[in-house]
């Protein structure tokens, strides 16, 4: 049964759009876009047993598809790939454009208009015929799939050095080349978000180069790894690659193109093991390297035969100043030390990782901060001085305990690296601060005897921080007692005095301030 078609007439049929007439007319061959999906016109006409115009599309992903052109039996057309195929309304779909309609539309560029601007150009102003001078050309978004023929964009705007084509229709690395190249100071290019078709070895081979490219961007073209490698036979002297968002999770070290990034975006990909990311390396010249969203568990650098276990330093990435690590998987603190071992690490990001979840946002900066020692900056935030003495101080107090009874074991020194030369620094922590301050902060603690007046909640004892606010003191009963309904009367009754009897109306005072102690009786009322 071909549901899908039903389903849609019948939805169109309950809004009261009618096709039985329309505008637009399209032809068998014509690149077309449908919400974010680019295919070509394959049929144009009716399906038998429903009723109006139909467009039969060959989707250029073929998982928009439903079949291969045939319905109830019946063939309209015969697509090049399985289940590549469907139909859609002639109203649902926008036709591609050529870039000098796209031009038209972003610039109001026109031939006549600007050739007869031309010779007038002695009394109008030089920004109606800018054209020639423009360096940053924006056609995102255009519906673009034909370029014309090679150097007739070129011959309109000669000095683009900045061309954004993301978001277009653009599907032959041919088109792109044979384009881009005729334009002499092109530095940067975003292409993405195009249904750009995987270029293959012998193909890459035969096109033009662009050799003065140095920015690149292939963001969500569905690209592996070696996609990459493949189509950067093109533009090989590029430095800084943007390709997040594509389907990259293997590494094969490039061997001649790729090797002068200094600048490499790899967000959003399917990265699990830092060992991929080590074979990066070969970019010697790498200093911003961008690995937020993948699926890193952990990060582990290799020793070299003649390197300590315990060693500090990696002669990996020696130039990598920059580091995005967010939103991964990484799940323990080895991996934060690790990267201590970065001689150049300047800047890191690394926030969101299971890691982090136990822990305040602070104290998760401090201990990060600590075990990092040339950090400036971390989640865009700098590190100045003060902060970086107050963290080492509160790491070697944090990790003192376990200092005095495991630091001469291994495993101490490879998760805690850098504690013994904090401790030179800073002194060591005295193996009872700790433990003073924990029991002072346990005997600090008092119990309260939380009394509901309410019949179907029985009573129960807390214990409590005496600088704890009676703002919060009231949103901890209210998740104790699962109420919704605010409370309306909070009162104490001494446990030392049953006659002394107060309530506690001032939401800002901590409960020290009304002198409560141990064992004191709180009495809740809701409406």
């Known amino acids: 049964m071909f549901q899908f078609l039903i389903d849609e007439d019948q939805v169109e049929k309950n809004s009261g759009i ?16 449908c919400d974010k999906h680019s295919g070509v016109v394959k049929y144009v006409g009716n399906v038998n047993p429903h009723s109006g115009i139909w467009l039969g599309v060959e989707w250029d ?45 972003r610039y109001g560029y026109d031939p006549e208009v600007m050739s007869r601007l031309k010779l007038m150009s002695e009394t109008i102003t030089p920004r109606q015929v ?7 050309l924006d056609l995102n978004g255009k519906e ?8 007739e964009l070129v011959k309109i705007c000669p000095n683009v050095e900045f061309l954004n084509l993301s978001d277009n229709l653009i599907t032959s690395w041919k088109a792109v080349t044979e384009t881009c190249a005729m334009f002499k100071m092109l530095k940067s290019l975003d292409l993405s978000r195009n249904p750009l078709l995987p270029p293959d070895y012998e193909t890459v081979k035969s096109l033009p180069t662009l050799n003065k490219l140095e920015h690149i961007v292939l963001g969500n073209v569905k690209y592996g790894w070696s996609n990459v490698l493949t189509a950067s036979i093109l533009w090989h002297h590029v430095t800084n690659l943007q390709i997040p968002f594509n389907l990259v999770d293997r590494i094969f070290p490039p061997t001649k193109s790729l090797l002068n990034l200094n600048k490499l975006d790899l967000e959003g990909n399917r990265i699990s093991v830092w060992d991929e ?8 010249g790498l200093e911003y390297l961008n690995l937020c969203g993948n699926k890193l568990n952990n990060v582990r650098f290799p020793l070299n035969p003649n390197e300590e276990k ?20 990484i799940d323990d603190w080895i991996s934060i030390t690790e990267l201590n071992k970065l001689q150049s690490l300047d800047s890191l990001r690394i926030e969101l990782n299971p890691v982090f979840e136990n ?17 400036n900056k971390l989640e865009g935030v700098d590190v100045n001085r003060q902060e970086r003495r107050d963290a080492e101080i509160d790491y070697l107090k944090k990790f003192s305990a376990k200092w005095h009874t495991e630091g001469t074991e291994l495993r101490f020194a490879i998760e805690n690296p850098r504690y013994a030369e904090l401790a030179i620094k800073h002194g060591a922590s005295e193996k009872d601060e700790m433990t003073q301050k924990i029991n002072t902060l346990q005997s600090s603690i008092i119990t309260l005897q939380l009394i509901p007046e309410s019949p179907d909640l029985k009573p129960c004892s807390r214990k409590v921080m005496p600088n704890m606010t009676v703002q919060k003191l009231k949103m901890l009963l209210q998740k104790i007692f699962k109420k919704s309904t605010p409370i309306t009367y909070l009162g104490i009754i001494s446990s030392q005095n049953s006659s002394i009897a107060f309530s506690l109306e001032n939401e800002l005072f901590d409960l020290s301030q009304y002198s409560i102690e141990d064992g004191d009786k709180v009495i809740i009322k809701w409406t």
Do not use: W
Not at 18 to 33: A, D, L, P, Q, Y
Not at 144 to 151: D, K, L, M, N
Not at 323 to 328: D, E, G, K, V, Y
């Open 310 to 329: 315990n060693c500090q330093s990696t002669q990996l990435f020696t130039n990598l100043k920059q580091l995005n690590i967010s939103q991964n998987l």
């Open 61 to 105: 992903d073929p998982v928009r598809g439903k079949h291969n052109g045939s319905v109830d039996g019946v063939e309209y057309f015969q697509s090049t790939q399985n289940n590549a195929a469907s139909f859609v309304r002639p109203h649902k779909v926008k036709r591609a454009k050529d870039v000098f309609t796209a031009l038209r539309e």
């Open 277 to 284: 990311v080590i074979k990066l390396n070969v970019c010697q």
């Open 130 to 136: 800018c054209f020639e001078d423009l360096s940053i």
């Open 144 to 151: 673009i799939s034909e370029f014309g023929e090679p150097g």
């Open 18 to 33: 009618s096709h039985s007439e329309t505008n637009e007319i399209f032809s068998v061959g014509e690149k077309i876009k």
């Open 359 to 375: 822990d305040t946002r602070e104290t998760n900066r401090q201990m990060i901060i600590a075990r990092i020692g040339k950090l």
